[in-house]
């Protein structure tokens, strides 16, 4: 018996130009949880597939309970008992819950599904550790949280027994991720062995034993999380000290620059996502709005931004009426939209940089003339973004956008959005799944547009981003604003209590509608 | 061989060399299969396939006869697939191209530009239904162009038999079945030849090539150097980010479907405005349209590529046709199917490049490394 159940000894692994994993050792113990700590590009990814066999190391082994062994596809993983849910989930859409978690090792009687055990199984899973799931709700039905539930009883369901997590709190709500910690906790105490990979240091002061920190395809080392800071931990992962806390000053507040009276839009789905909202943003301020995903925020912004139509009420963009405009209009007449999805609607990934550089400017005289496009122009525009912005990629603006990291994708949006020069810049979740590093630029990059007079729409559902980067905090619960706040007199307790219903400021809308 | 690698390293040659790696192993795979059918006459077919289009002066006018129209629908495929867009209804736009033009020549008497025009627009109005349907609302444009392929083919045939001016029989001709000869109705309708039917002693030969080639360049520039080129790349590789920034995607769809029907509906004027052809009344839907399809995939829809492919696929089916009778001409199909097929695995073939230079890099270091030299990596 082994004091490691996994351990991952001295793994080099190069692709052409880059060494993705440069001697890097990990070890797991029974029964702990371990952390996997790494800005966006450190190796994390690699390591893990070289685990699951996806890629064979250049050098290096893998023992198993202190046997060599070797993994040449997720197979062979399997059959070692490794189990991981991926940050993406895996599981077929239109399938039932039971049927995704025992895809593929399906119990049978000369083909024949026995449905019936396998129910029995994953019923009684589920019960033990408390993942509520229905077994016959079909997947694209589901809430993600519950779809994540489906993963973790997937591995259950194959009796794994080093369980890994990749980012899998990025998409859950608070609660969710208390409720998700306890389930690690408790794996862990039953002996089963958790890698959970994460750069939300939070988090892993909170649930794990001991943290592996990864940077730049090096292994930093490996700390007792007793033993150490969060300040610490993030110094390992960047290699400089990060501040936390986003530096404000106080700024004169300006004109109203957009103002919305009695919105409602209707988005995707029929019923009222967005109902009778009014509010104003003024230059030299960032307005947050806060909320529980699903409130009717993302109806919120699409109708703002022009993505969806907007039902009743009206919106004025420096007192241009924009209700009705195109999107090309709203982006002339000042708005800039960082889109909460960036792979969907932020970038072209199959476009090479400088093209989405210019994606929304490429029309205008300075990029084209009588319908032909200035390489020359284009490139030289880029050029400057990328050196200004710090915009970092394989091959400057010629690289392939789908090839740059989630950071510097972010960063490349951020930077087309903001050298428009908007009057008011609508972010949405800008900071989704970035590291530190990436983060505090973006937070920055907001602040600056506040500082320059602008005025800042932001839409977050961290709280802490919230708490810290706004200057006045409206909370939306069920498609309707039910507080305003200011960050500086309210807690995070309390927003909780709006952002779940439980509260509301009656007086809020007679106000806003009124002024 | 540090050159050669560099070269192979450029993502250009390197599809290029996929494609052509993919022709030479279909190739291969057609010589098995005449070994198959008929073995005796295997070897002497091959060449057949390999030889007949530059056999003889007459032959190549014919190569070059079908690659026009081979290229001009290949584009049309093509620049709908840039868009996103899936154009199977390329043989229908070609019909409709077709019949525009012949009735411009030869009911209207229009000289050959305006038969050219006509054809065009018969083409961008076929090209322009499943436009609306997939823009307004979101049907997909496969499923209306296959549709519109049998509604031209039926309406066509429909119109041509109430329409005796157009048929031959009114011009003297014995055959009812057909329409008239575009050399004895109209001889301004003739596409151009410029001499060229003298120099490859063929009157097949016309300019028609060369306006395919000039058509591929100007499709070239269109999608490469253009706001409006950017624009229908944008929509096809991502179209909800093309709306968020701003880009009119629903115009852009329709627009691109126009001049992929425009593009076939050229194919169809310049393969009929033709001294010895005449469009026959069938009931089955004109292959032209479909042989585009191999060919914009066979140049991965680049233009230019296309103008390659084009030439291509037209020399092995005239080279498939001198098979008979040892074999049955069909068998030039199978071969092009195989071509495609591999292609469409050109990504792994790709990779496969990929994989033996790094080797190669690998072994060339490593034995650099031996020799104790290994010092400048």
């Known amino acids: 018996m082994s004091e490691y159940i996994i351990e991952m000894i001295d793994i080099t692994k190069e692709f052409p130009g880059v060494k993705a994993n440069d001697d890097i050792t990990l070890q797991i113990q029974k029964g702990e949880v371990h952390a996997l700590l790494g800005e966006n590009g450190a190796g994390k990814s690699t390591l893990m597939s070289v685990l699951f066999g996806l890629y064979q190391p250049d050098q290096g082994h893998i023992k198993i309970d202190g046997q060599p062994v070797e993994i040449r596809n997720p197979n062979d993983a399997n059959a070692l008992h490794i189990g991981m849910v991926h940050q993406h989930f895996k599981l077929v859409e239109c399938f039932t819950v039971l049927e995704n978690i025992i895809l593929g090792v399906e119990p049978n009687d000369l083909g024949f599904l026995k449905k019936k055990e ?216 000042g708005m800039s939209h960082i889109p909460e999805d960036r792979h969907k609607y932020g970038l072209i990934l199959d476009f090479s940089l400088e093209q989405n550089l210019v994606l929304e400017r490429y029309w205008q005289p300075e990029f084209q003339s009588r319908g032909f496009i200035k390489d020359g122009a284009v490139r030289q525009y880029a050029e400057g973004l990328i050196e200004k912005y710090d915009i970092r990629s394989g091959q400057g603006p010629v690289t392939d956008t789908r090839s740059m990291s989630g950071g510097n994708q972010q960063k490349a949006i951020v930077a087309r959005e903001i050298d428009k020069n908007p009057e008011l810049l609508v972010a949405v979740q800008p900071t989704r799944g970035l590291d530190v590093g990436a983060i505090e630029y973006i937070h920055k990059q907001l602040v600056a547009q506040r500082d320059a007079g602008k005025a800042v729409l932001l839409m977050s559902l961290e709280l802490d981003e919230v708490m810290d980067v706004s200057d006045r905090i409206l909370v939306m619960y069920e498609g309707e604003i039910v507080g305003e706040f200011d960050p500086d007199t309210t807690t995070v307790d309390e927003l909780g209590l709006y952002m779940v219903g439980a509260k509301r400021q009656q007086a809020y809308q007679q106000k806003e509608a009124k002024a | 061989m540090n050159r050669i690698q560099e070269l192979f390293a450029r993502r250009g040659v390197k599809s290029i ?143 041509l038999a109430n329409m005796p001016m157009m048929l031959a029989n009114y011009w003297g001709a014995a055959n009812p079945d057909r329409t008239a000869s575009v050399a004895t109705a109209n001889s301004n309708a003739l596409i151009p030849t410029l001499g060229l039917d003298k120099l490859l002693h063929s009157d097949y030969m016309n300019i028609s090539i060369f306006l395919a080639i000039g058509v591929a360049v100007i499709c070239y520039i269109i999608l490469n150097k253009t706001t409006f080129g950017y624009e229908l790349k944008a929509c096809g590789y991502n179209r909800n980010a093309s709306v968020y920034a701003g880009i009119n995607a629903k115009r852009n769809i329709v627009l691109s479907m126009v001049i992929a029907g425009a593009l076939a509906g050229l194919g169809g004027a310049i393969s009929y405005l033709n001294g010895p052809v005449q469009y026959v009344i069938k009931k089955e839907i004109l292959m032209m349209g479909f042989n585009g399809i191999p060919v914009a995939l066979l140049a991965a829809a680049n233009p230019i590529g296309i103008i390659f492919s084009g030439f291509f696929i037209s020399y092995i089916q005239i080279g498939g046709n001198a098979l008979q009778p040892e074999f049955s001409s069909e068998i030039i199909n199978i071969i092009i199917a195989a071509i495609i097929y591999l292609s469409a695995v050109s990504l792994l073939i790709k990779e496969l490049i990929t994989r033996i230079l790094r080797k190669k890099k690998k072994e060339e270091l490593e034995a650099l490394d031996q020799n104790g030299e290994g010092v400048a990596k």
Not at chain 1, 170 to 189: C, G, S
Not at chain 1, 190 to 196: A, R, T
Request: contains cysteine; charged residues 20%.
């Open chain 2, 17 to 159: 060399f996929a494609s052509l790696l993919s022709i030479v192993i279909g190739l291969f795979i057609g010589l098995l299969l005449l070994f198959g059918f008929n073995a005796p006459y295997a070897v002497g077919g091959f060449f057949k396939i390999l030889n007949t289009g530059f056999s003889s002066a007459y032959n190549f006018s014919k190569v070059l006869y079908q690659a026009a129209p081979l290229i001009l629908t290949g584009l049309s495929v093509g620049f709908a697939f840039k868009t996103g867009l899936f154009n199977i209804g390329a043989s229908g736009q070609y019909t409709m191209g077709a019949f525009f033009g012949l009735v411009a020549a030869i009911q209207f008497q229009l000289p050959w530009y305006v038969a050219v025009l006509a054809a065009m627009i018969g083409g961008a109005v076929w090209g322009l239904f499943p436009g609306l349907f997939k823009a307004l609302f979101n049907v997909n444009e496969v499923i209306t162009s296959i549709m519109f392929n049998w509604i031209s083919l039926f309406l066509v045939n429909l119109l």
């Open chain 1, 118 to 333: 396998a129910r029995e199984k994953v019923v009684s899973l589920s019960e033990k550790y408390g993942l509520s799931v229905d077994p016959d709700a079909v997947v694209s039905d589901i809430t993600v949280g519950m779809q994540q539930r489906v993963e973790i009883l997937k591995m259950l369901y194959r009796d794994n027994d080093i369980l890994i997590f990749d980012e899998p709190t990025a998409v859950l709500t608070p609660q969710e991720i208390n409720e998700l910690m306890e389930i690690m906790r408790q794996f862990a105490d039953e002996g089963k062995s958790i890698l959970f990979i994460s750069h939300k240091l939070n988090e892993i002061m909170a649930v794990a034993d001991r943290c592996t920190v990864l940077r730049r395809g090096k292994c930093i080392g490996t700390v007792n999380t007793d033993d150490t800071t969060v300040e610490e931990l993030s110094r390992m992962m960047v290699g400089r000290d990060v501040s936390f806390s986003v530096e404000k000053s106080e700024t004169e507040i300006g004109d109203t620059v957009l103002s919305v009276r009695n919105m409602t839009a209707s988005g995707a789905s029929k019923k009222e996502a967005v109902r009778d909202v009014s509010f104003d943003v003024r230059g030299g301020e960032i307005l947050c709005i806060a909320g529980i995903e699903g409130n009717g925020q993302s109806e919120l912004i699409y109708a703002l931004t022009g993505l969806d139509k907007i039902n009743q009420g009206k919106v004025e963009l420096c007192g241009q009426d924009i209700t009705r405009a195109t999107i090309r209009n709203r982006s002339k007449s």
